[in-house]
């Protein structure tokens, strides 16, 4: 069989393919992407050049979310295969994106093997996470912890139920204190709910999570505070959730 050759739009896609060891099969991909060595960049998230696409005579083009509905309809009408899929709201779609990902690109069992090493890991995690539930933990707050996770500052945007990042917190068995799926919030609500942790995206490393996180210790004392890495946490691969997953639970289990 022909090796298939493969153009990403997306960040999450093209870092699964890696993580599934099928990177040689990326001949395209976005400046947003990871590096994959003999990949030409054809784009960024929003603007991508079709003629680029085109001269790299892809098997199928990859796309999620930000890829514009003009761009999907030229590279179809010119007869190129493209996949656009949406944005997972929860690690099982994550597992099936995957696996879909995996069959387009002709490594189903590579892909079926990956993902259950991870599946494997993520069911030792959660074993871990039980057992340690039962300890008392220093955020405990009427027998529960409740959390924020912030994505973004200027302005306040938070993790918002029925998305995959709210998962993090639920199989913690911490409680969001957000419930609209409005995702933009002021912070008088949070000084009001008095949430035990605050999860901060390190919103690209530019000091700006710190200075987030230096300003709800002034006015939340005694709330927990952990930066959490935004390449990965904000990024929907099977890989990247478990290890957010495993930082999250061991930032909350620290004395």
Not at 1 to 15: D, E, G, H
Not at 112 to 136: C, F, G, R, V, W
Not at 202 to 218: H, V
Not at 227 to 245: G, W, Y
């Amino acid at each position: 069989m022909a090796q298939k050759r493969v153009v990403s739009l997306s960040p999450s896609i093209t870092y699964t393919i890696v993580q599934i060891g099928a990177e040689n099969t990326i001949v395209g991909r976005t400046s947003y992407c990871p590096n994959v060595d003999n990949s030409i960049v054809v784009g960024d998230v929003m603007t991508i050049n079709i003629e680029s696409i085109i001269a790299l005579k892809p098997d199928v083009v990859f796309c999620m979310a930000f890829t514009k509905e003009n761009t999907i309809k030229r590279l179809q009408s010119l007869g190129i295969e493209v996949v656009n899929f949406n944005t997972p709201t929860s690690f099982d779609e994550i597992a099936i994106t995957t696996l879909k990902i995996g069959k387009h690109i002709g490594e189903p069992a590579k892909t079926q093997t990956y993902l259950s090493k991870e599946l494997d890991k993520i069911a030792e995690l959660k074993k871990e996470i039980t057992n340690n539930s039962s300890i008392e933990s220093p955020f405990a707050h009427q027998n529960s912890k409740t959390a924020m996770f912030q994505i973004g500052a200027n302005p306040l945007w938070v993790v918002t139920p029925n998305t995959y990042m709210n998962e993090y917190l639920t199989t913690l068995g911490i409680y969001n204190i957000v419930k609209s799926t409005n995702g933009q919030i002021n912070r008088e609500f949070v000084i009001t709910e008095q949430p035990n942790i605050i999860f901060m995206s390190d919103m690209g490393d530019t000091g700006l999570a710190q200075k987030e996180i230096d300003q709800w210790k002034r006015l939340i004392p005694n709330c927990k505070t952990v930066i959490v890495d935004a390449n990965k946490s904000c990024c929907p691969t099977p890989q990247f959730f478990r290890e957010t997953l495993e930082l999250m639970h061991k930032a909350i289990t620290e004395e």
